[in-house]
């Protein structure tokens, strides 16, 4: 896993899931909540490490790491 993504790479995340984003989960490493694939959500914001926070449809907030989790677009 890569350290901490730079400040160019946070603005482009920044760009591609602006607030109110929908998104899918593709794959996420997080033992304790083990949420499933293919759950949706909004994106809520996206923070200066890079994680994606959402909030699921399954009313989880649980933030998608970059370089280690996997969301989509929809």
Known sequence: ??????LLE???LVQ?????????????????KNLPL???GNV???NEEG???IQWD???TMGAVFYY??????
């Open 58 to 60: 399954n009313r989880i």
């Open 38 to 40: 293919g759950l949706e």
């Open 51 to 53: 994680t994606v926070l």
């Open 69 to 74: 989790d996997e969301i989509k677009k929809i």
């Open 10 to 12: 946070v603005r482009a």
């Open 44 to 46: 809520i914001s996206v």
């Open 16 to 32: 591609k899931y602006p607030c109110g984003t929908r998104v899918r989960l593709l794959q996420m490493h997080d033992l304790i």
């Open 1 to 6: 896993m890569k350290n901490r993504p730079s």
